[in-house]
């Protein structure tokens, strides 16, 4: 027999978990102490429950009273049932969900009444007479077990199995989910406890609404809801009397009543479960025998879930990756997991489907799917941080990369950065410098041959604006002289670039003499740089790019934080101004757009990038209705597998510029996604 200490639980009392060898004269003489407790369970009432004297009495233990009043009542049903995150639209239209476990909750009302008496009568047929715990029924448990060598009558109510569920889904490790799990005497007093404090707090209809959408009914189904949908490809308001015996009887064993592995078995049950509904008047003899006339006729349904089920896999992964990284949505990478997996979002992004279609027709109608070189290309709305589109010309089971938010060496679309901080500091637009080269700079790091203009151009002296409009190096290394790198580097960052290296530790690290920082060798990605024109077009507003822009609780309604765009003027309006005359400049007569061309009747701006050995190139451009960016390179790597030769668009390019692929990919977006929008200037400053 058990120690003190070990006592036997009311689960071994009545479920018979636990079988310790008893001569029969010992299980005569418990059933008959059974037979005492009875009437003093049932003549306490249920307004003993609220005090530890009936456990007290049943267990013949003073220990139930000392853990009584330690055991908390606080259970926590709002964070207790995992649900979907469901992904929309900037109109609000789903495009994507994902869960830990398939569970969609529904109302009392949305639940058919065929369920609800089917769960009762089988499960809990005093539901509406007891307070939370059956003891009368626990009583006949124990007489039952207690006398008869298979022991296998339970007694837990639909409120404890409720409590049950909660615990465990809320159970943070495996010791956690055993206690939960009710295998100690102290968990079941516990789970007592809360069952008695839970049918204070809730209404019945709310204990039943709470536990059908909580219990699992195989097959990755949470919750009547998705029950109804993986077995019937129904709605949980819609069930019949045969089908909601189905899924009732699940309850039991969802692996061992099974109806797509075990049929026969399944239908034995569901008539079990008829009849209980039967038994307990709930049904008529006549739609009894017309219910188990009834096949099983199951109809497979599933739920979508995560994004490879998406049309917009990549946008749905940058959500993803939005709320597993931004501290808005929990102080620590394992709060925000957890926010993931519990669920029970609906969250409006700023995905515009319109632009999404045109930037991965553009990318794929250039370089196919099947192409060793890839496009990535960000899509984000001067003025809101918005971004509005991601797409690449590959399909999710290609590869799961998002390129769009892949760090690459950028070319001369960084140029800008070195322009804006020397206007900031006061160095006029008109300032001349000597383009002439190879260049060796005296306070910078300078190549063995020099820094030298593309085709080494002998350019004489020019402006900045000259500079911009035909990409010319040695005009940047030398104005990044006088800025400093560092000024640009803060700059950079100031306009959103985080992928700046600058750890002293690291030889390939920018720092104060890395000349080469204008020319734009420090990887980023195409959304920041997007971002960092559209600061350009929007007058010197920086956002903070973001998808998400609005969640909420999908079974209340009740707003969740979510990361602002904090837009605010980070460089001046005049700066600004400066900066989108000078990139309209490159669509001009000499200009390396030039090829490509200005949108037809639209304020225009844009730079190209055409990185070292071809190992990538870059345009990127904006209007003040939306900033494009575009990657084109190998993803395998750029200067291990550089852009020699390219098929695109039908034929080859040989060590294309950033003009070429991706300037003619970024005007087919920007011609798109500009139908039916208004044709308005950049601010003037």
């Known amino acids: ?195 008695v404090a839970l049918e204070k707090t809730m209404a019945k209809p709310d204990i039943l609404t709470t536990y059908s959408n909580a219990v699992y009914f195989g097959n990755l189904a949470y919750g009547v809801q998705a029950a109804s949908r993986v077995y019937f490809s129904t709605d949980a308001a819609a069930l019949t009397v045969p089908q909601a015996a189905v899924l009732v009887g699940l309850l039991q064993s969802p692996v061992q009543f099974d109806p797509y592995a075990q049929p026969e078995a399944s239908q034995g049950r569901r008539d079990a479960v008829i009849d209980r509904m039967l038994s307990e008047a709930y049904i008529t003899a006549e739609e009894a025998a017309a219910a188990k006339a009834t096949p099983l006729e199951l109809i497979r349904g599933d739920t979508p879930s995560g994004c490879a089920t998406s049309a917009y896999p990549y946008y749905c992964a940058l959500v993803q990756d939005e709320l597993l990284t931004n501290p808005a949505f929990g102080a620590t990478p394992e709060e925000r997991q957890i926010l993931l997996r519990q669920g029970g979002l609906t969250v409006t992004t700023a995905l515009d489907r319109g632009v999404s279609d045109a930037a991965t027709r553009a990318a794929t109608e250039a370089l196919g799917n099947g192409n060793r070189v890839a496009a990535g290309i960000g899509v984000v709305v001067p003025g809101t941080g918005h971004i509005a589109a991601v797409a690449e010309n590959r399909t999710w089971d290609q590869t799961q990369v998002v390129y769009a938010t892949s760090a690459q060496q950028p070319g001369s679309v960084m140029k800008p950065l070195t322009l804006v901080t020397a ?20 306070v910078l790091d300078s190549p063995k041959k020099g820094y030298t203009n593309f085709g ?62 204008a020319l734009g060798t420090s990887s980023v990605t195409p959304v920041e740089m997007a971002n960092v024109y559209a600061t350009f077009a929007a007058g010197g507003v920086k956002c903070n790019p973001i998808a998400v822009i609005g969640a909420v609780r999908t079974t209340t309604g009740e707003p969740v934080a979510t990361s602002a765009p904090e837009c605010h ?99 087919a977006v920007m011609v798109d996604v500009h139908q039916g929008q208004p044709a308005i200037p950049f601010p003037n400053g």
Do not use: C
């Not at 059956?134 to 409590?163: H, Y």
């Not at 206007?423 to 005296?442: C, D, H, K, V, W």
């Not at 900045?464 to 040695?474: F, G």
């Open 1 to 195: 027999m058990p120690s003190r200490y070990e006592m036997v639980s009311l689960d071994e009392i009545s479920v018979g978990a636990t079988d310790y060898s008893r001569p029969p004269w010992h299980r005569v003489l418990l059933a008959a102490l059974a037979m005492i407790l009875i009437p003093a369970l049932i003549g306490a009432g249920f307004a003993a429950l609220a005090t530890p004297a009936v456990l007290a009495a049943s267990t013949t233990t003073s220990k139930v009273t000392d853990y009584w009043e330690g055991f908390p009542t606080d259970l926590p049903i709002a964070a207790a049932l995992p649900q979907h995150v469901v992904l929309l639209d900037k109109s609000g239209a789903e495009f994507a969900r994902f869960y830990s476990e398939n569970r969609i909750p529904v109302t009392f009302e949305q639940i058919s009444p065929n369920f609800l008496n089917a769960l009762i009568a089988t499960e809990d047929s005093r539901f509406y007479q007891h307070s939370g715990v059956d003891f009368p029924g626990i009583a006949r448990a124990m007489v039952k077990n207690l006398t008869n060598d298979e022991r296998t009558e339970g007694a837990s109510t639909i409120t404890q199995q409720l409590v049950q569920n909660i615990l465990i889904s809320n159970a943070r490790n495996d010791d956690e989910r055993a206690v939960a799990e009710g295998d100690t005497y102290e968990s079941k007093i516990r789970e007592v406890k809360y069952a």
């Open 569 to 667: 003027q980070e460089i001046s309006p005049s700066v600004a101004a400066q900066m989108t005359e000078a990139l309209q400049g490159t669509f001009n007569a000499g200009g390396t757009l030039a090829g490509v061309g200005a949108l037809p009747g639209r304020e225009t701006a844009g730079k190209t990038g055409t990185t070292d050995d071809s190992s990538a190139n870059w345009t990127v451009g904006m209007t003040p209705n939306f900033a494009t960016g575009v990657w084109v390179g190998d993803p395998l790597g750029g200067f291990a597998n550089p852009l020699i030769r390219v098929q695109a668009y039908g034929r080859s390019f040989y060590k294309p510029t950033g003009s070429s692929i991706a300037g003619r990919v970024w005007k």
């Open 456 to 517: 080494n151009a002998q350019l004489g002296d020019i402006d900045a604006r000259s500079a911009i409009r035909q990409s010319v190096n040695i005009y940047f290394v030398k104005l990044i002289e006088q800025t400093t790198v560092m000024s640009v580097v803060d700059m950079a960052r100031r306009l959103g670039i985080t992928t700046i290296n600058t750890n002293p530790d690291d030889v390939a690290a920018v720092g104060p003499r890395t000349g080469s920082f």
């Open 423 to 442: 206007l900031e500091q006061g160095i006029p637009i008109t300032t001349t410098l000597s383009a002439n080269g190879p260049y060796f700079s005296r």
